[in-house]
Nanobody, 119 residues
Framework: QVRLVESGGGSVQAGGSLRLSCRASGRPLSSYAVAWFRQAPGKEREKVAVIDLSGRNTYYEDSVKGRFTISRDIYGNTAYLQLNNLKPEDTAVYFC????????????WGQGTQVTVSS
């Protein structure tokens, strides 16, 4: 069973950058598609970025396109989310999750990492 731990969150001013990490243990991250989600207070969790098993195909939610970049390091068993040009509306707890090849659902949620952007 894979276990995920997110890190790298923090407090920044608008326009700043952060890099979030999602480190896997228990099973190789290369066995899964990886996604980053976020949840702001009082709002539903939303998917912001996905990278497939090959690492060649990515998806981004419209509001983060051109600002966020998802990547994976299969040797380090870690996925990343680079957050640039941050906006106050990006403030949320960010979670990573994985999807096995034969599943349509993401799971194995980590504890999340808080990102706070001030104006």
């Amino acid at each position: 069973q894979v276990r995920l731990v997110e890190s790298g969150g923090g407090s920044v001013q608008a326009g700043g950058s952060l890099r979030l990490s999602c480190r896997a243990s228990g099973r190789p991250l290369s066995s899964y598609a990886v996604a980053w989600f976020r949840q702001a207070p009082g709002k539903e969790r939303e998917k912001v970025a996905v990278i497939d098993l090959s690492g060649r195909n990515t998806y981004y939610e419209d509001s983060v396109k051109g600002r966020f970049t998802i990547s994976r390091d299969i040797y380090g068993n870690t996925a990343y989310l680079q957050l640039n040009n941050l906006k106050p509306e990006d403030t949320a707890v960010y979670f990573c999750a994985v999807r096995p090849p034969n599943s349509s659902d993401f799971g194995a949620w980590g504890q999340g990492t808080q990102v706070t952007v001030s104006s």
